[in-house]
């Protein structure tokens, strides 16, 4: 099976990154989507609890779409995917990653070992793909696919710095999701 996995904070879940999932799975770029809500971001401080994150990303699991509870505190993705491939040494796992990470991908830790998985990269429209070729190249990178996406510069932080107004963000998050924040993360 080809699991896509998607990796991030998610404080919290947008739309946008739910489009990106549904289009992962639209596209056949994969035939399920594991989402791993990270619990030790290593440049990301006072993210609420992991707990609160994957009961907000539950809304959207299906049999398609599997939210991970389990893998959280792997500090890098290097881990999580050894510890998947360990897992299920069955599947075929890619690594769900965003167009800005491309140009620092060789400060990720062990990113050369992550350079034998597919990649589907999330594009940006705020960042030039003209170079994208060229990185990838230099990468000595060819399995990759640019998902084709649009619309999806939604923003978490936005949504944090606008919670007492819905209407302000209502076309960039679930009410399911803001109702969860009000209740239990503020």
């Not at 289009?23 to 993210?47: C, F, H, R, S």
């Not at 398609?64 to 897992?87: C, P």
């Not at 996406?149 to 107004?165: E, G, L």
Request: charged share 30%.
């Amino acid at each position: 099976m080809r699991i896509g996995v998607y990796c991030g904070s998610f404080n919290p879940v947008h739309k946008g990154h739910i489009k990106i999932v549904r289009e992962v799975l639209k596209k056949d770029l994969a035939d399920k989507v594991l989402i791993v809500p990270t619990g030790n971001y290593w440049d990301k401080q006072n993210l609420p609890p992991v707990v609160h994150r994957i009961k907000m990303l539950r809304y959207f699991e299906n049999d398609n779409i599997m939210i991970d509870d389990v893998h959280n505190d792997i500090q890098y993705t290097y881990q999580l995917f050894r510890a998947l491939r360990e897992e299920h040494p069955e599947d075929q796992f890619i690594l769900i990653i965003g167009r800005d990470n491309i140009p620092t991908f060789d400060r990720w830790k062990e990113y050369k070992e992550l350079l034998q998985y597919d990649f589907i990269i999330i594009p940006r429209e705020d960042i030039d793909s003209d170079d994208l070729e060229s990185l990838m190249k230099g990468y000595g990178k060819s399995n990759y696919t640019i998902l084709p996406v649009r619309n999806i510069n939604f923003s978490s932080s936005f949504i944090r710095q606008n919670i007492d107004d819905y209407e302000k963000i209502r076309y960039c998050t679930d009410k399911r999701v803001y109702n969860y924040m009000k209740k239990h993360v503020l």
